[in-house]
């Protein structure tokens, strides 16, 4: 197997919970949405185009409004289906520059990659002042008649606490009740709301993952025990299969790929937007006097090399 890049879980498409808009400037910033959409990989100059998955989901709600998806997610080990760590990107590069866990970090310097420390954005005087997130990434099978590729997934990324907060704890929840056989129950990707302070009482959206309507955690562990039964008769390995994938996590420091990263970057750290006041909470406050995310990112590595 090659070294130095992430073999990552085969990619259907995308899950967003809004989309970009350009301003008056021609600037591209995030919008947030009420709804799910599933992308495909493709992206013109109007956006993401629809996945066919998408106009499907939405026939079966009475408001056509998507917001639950029902889903599998591939693997019984909760850290290979959601890898959540802190992530500085280089606008400059396109490429990361420190990941870490809030124990330990990966930076890169012109001494090459070194293993630091992390204390986490809030203490790190490397990655303060917003530019660097908490940065998630959720891979699930879009559980339909239409998608039948067993281990192809749809990718959802989101620098949301909330998401990635509530994510977590469900999939571990789930994982420890059912024995884990976590891989063979079957779940929904839920959009919830709330408002906080932070977001001056408007409402922020998080994603959730529950069981479907009307299905008991008791029915959906002996649910999971009768696909888990069925797939060991003919022979489906699902231990083998977490290894695999936590051997190609493991090919590489970074797990984005250089031409995922530029799109990543407009859509999560827009240059004009300000680290307190995000799109989906409240206006951003223009102010010319501060210097730029890029401006601030280029002092402060230059600080450290």
Not at 211 to 235: K, Y
Not at 237 to 252: I, K
Not at 270 to 281: F, M, Q, R, Y
Not at 290 to 297: F, G, I, T
Request: net charge neutral; proline share 6%; charged share 25%.
């Amino acid at each position: 197997m090659i070294k130095g890049f992430a073999i990552t879980p085969p990619v259907l498409g995308r899950i967003s919970i809004g989309h970009l808009i350009e301003n008056a400037q021609g600037k591209r910033l995030p919008k947030k949405d009420d709804q799910f959409t599933l992308t495909s990989q493709v992206q013109t100059r109007e956006g993401w185009v629809v996945h066919p998955l998408d106009q499907v989901l939405r026939q079966a709600q009475p408001d056509q409004k998507l917001r639950a998806i029902p889903v599998r997610v591939l693997f019984n080990d909760p850290d290979l289906s959601l890898r959540a760590e802190y992530t500085l990107f280089d606008r400059q590069t396109a490429r990361p520059v420190c990941t870490g866990d809030g124990q330990e970090c990966r930076r890169m310097s012109q001494e090459g990659l070194k293993t630091l420390p992390c204390p986490g954005p809030s203490l790190c005087e490397f990655g303060k002042g917003g530019l660097c997130k908490v940065y998630g990434r959720l891979n699930v099978s879009v559980n339909t008649e239409q998608d039948s590729d067993d281990l192809g997934s749809f990718i959802f990324r989101t620098t949301g606490y909330n998401s990635i907060r509530t994510l977590a704890a469900r999939l571990r929840y789930l994982q420890a009740v059912s024995g884990d056989l976590l891989s063979c129950m079957n779940l929904v990707l839920r959009l919830r709301g709330k408002s906080t302070t932070q977001s001056y009482r408007t409402p922020i959206f998080y994603v959730d993952l529950t069981l479907p309507d009307g299905v008991s955690l008791e029915d959906a562990i002996l649910q999971a025990r009768v696909r888990h039964e069925s797939r060991q008769e003919v022979g489906f390995d699902q231990v083998a299969l977490d290894q695999a994938a936590r051997l190609g996590f493991a090919n590489a420091w970074f797990e984005e790929t250089e031409e995922d990263i530029p799109a990543l970057l407009t859509e999560f750290c827009p240059e004009d937007s300000t680290p307190e006041v995000t799109a989906v909470s409240a206006p951003a406050a223009a102010d010319s006097a501060n210097p730029s995310l890029k401006q601030k990112l280029t002092e402060r590595i230059s600080a450290t090399h």
